[in-house]
Each structure stands twice: as C-alpha cells, then as structure tokens.
C-alpha cells in the first residue's frame, strides 16, 4: 500500500486482500485436510481443553470445551472480559454458566473454579499482548527458534535466507506452525494487491488462517498464473515451469 493511503483506500485494500484470500481458500479448501490447524481459532480451542484436562478427566474436557464453543463462550475477547469478576469472586451470567457446564461435566466447584481463573487469565494475556490472536503468540515465540536453529544446522553451502527459508517450512510442514515462507509468489501476489507481506499476514491474522496455508494458497495462485502466462502449446515445448518440490 502507497505511504499516505487514506483510512478509506486502506480498508478498501483490506477488503480486497481478504475477498482474494476468501476465493483462494474456497477453491483448495478441499486440499488441506493434511493440515491440523487450518484455522487458527483451532489452536485455541485445543489450549482450552489442555488447561480443563489438567482440572478433571480428559473425557469432561472434551465436553466443556466442546459445548463452550457450541454456547459461543470459547473466544479469546468473551473469556477475557470475564477475568476481572472471576479474579474477585464476583462472576457475571456469562462466568456462572461456564461454571454450571464445568460442573455438571464433573468438575468439582473448586476445581471448576480454578479452571475457569485458568481460562481467564490465558484470554486476557493472549488479548492484551496479541489482539486476541493466538497465531501472534506462538509467531512472536517461534521467531528466536528459527534463528537459533539456523544457527545450530550450520547450511554453511547456502546462504543465511535461503537457511532461513528452509528452516520454515521444515517447520510449517512438521509442526504446523503459523509462520510464513518469503516466496516469489508472495512477493507477485503483493505486487497485484498493491500491498505488503505485513498487511498480507495482517488480513490473514484477521481471517484466522493459518499463515502456512497461506503460503501455499498464494503458491497455487503463482502457478496458475504461470500456466495462464505461457506461450501457446507449440512456443512453449521445452520449457518448464519452475515448481518448488512438493513436501512429504
């Protein structure tokens, strides 16, 4: 985006980005079932039912968590609003229905209790530090590993991006981590939303995409475009175009 964008010019952008993520992902949802978390809303989810698990059974957990998010009452903002009257003893409607599902799930009062404090507080800093994003969490955490381990892996026969690079989608392809690889087709794709790879990842972040899925969404679109670019079938024998090997 232009430096001395209007606040109208800079939504309309947004818009854009978010419409041509939205397409993307409509087309190749079908593709992705290999990745755990293709949305990030997930990870949430999963760190929920890891804080109840440590307050009861694995099995009335699962059940908290899946009703709370069934009850609209798993996200990050609504179980942060809540940490103030929770901390203090003094739970509104919203806190003593959660309390009512954790008991009735088995959770003693006191332990159900405690993990909803547990909950709140994990909200409130993940909202407070993150926007309410938990991808930014595990990015902001993530960065110092991936410096590190270029560090540790030595790659002395190739340069310190291209270390860098592999080390992400090393990462990307075994933990599913959401972080993002520096393509050429993320470099193309910003150029035609006149935008950057910030505010490419911002709109992601928005959308609760997995920045990983990103890449490879943006990945397919540069290959397509590729295909679509090339010379006629009778100009075009003996050329190919240059793919990045496929994962296993």
């Given at each position: 985006m232009s430096e001395g964008a209007s606040p109208i010019q800079e939504e309309s952008v947004r818009e854009?980005?978010?419409?041509?993520?939205?397409a993307m992902l409509e087309e190749y949802q079908p593709s992705f079932d290999q990745h755990q978390?293709?949305?990030?809303?997930?990870?949430?989810?999963?760190l929920v039912f890891c804080v109840l698990e440590n307050f009861s059974s694995e099995r009335a957990a699962k059940a908290v968590a899946r009703a709370m998010s069934e009850l609209d009452?798993?996200?990050?903002?609504?179980?942060?609003?809540?940490?103030?009257?929770?901390?203090?003893?003094k739970p509104v409607r919203r806190a003593r229905l959660i309390l009512g599902l954790l008991e009735e799930a088995g959770f003693s009062e006191q332990a159900a209790d405690r993990a909803l404090r547990a909950l709140c507080e994990a909200a409130r800093a993940v909202e407070s530090r993150y926007r309410g994003?938990?991808?930014?969490?595990?990015?902001?955490?993530?960065?110092?590993?991936v410096q590190n381990m270029v560090k540790t892996l030595g790659f002395h026969s190739m340069s310190e991006e291209q270390a860098?690079?592999?080390?992400?989608?090393?990462?990307?392809?075994?933990?599913n981590l959401p972080i993002y690889l520096e393509r050429q087709s993320t470099r193309a794709f910003c150029r035609q939303m006149e935008t950057s790879p910030a505010e490419l990842v911002a709109a992601a972040d928005q959308m609760d995409i997995n920045v990983a899925i990103l890449d490879e969404l943006i990945e397919r679109w540069y290959r397509g475009q590729q295909e679509t670019e090339q010379p006629s079938a009778g100009g075009a024998r003996g050329q190919a175009v240059a793919q990045e090997p496929e994962h296993v």
């Open positions: 854009a980005i978010s419409d041509a993520l939205a978390w293709p949305l990030e809303t997930m990870r949430w989810n999963e009452l798993i996200e990050v903002a609504k179980l942060a609003e809540l940490a103030d009257g929770v901390a203090t003893g994003k938990v991808q930014r969490l595990l990015r902001h955490e993530v960065d110092p590993l860098r690079q592999t080390v992400i989608r090393w990462l990307q392809n075994v933990l």
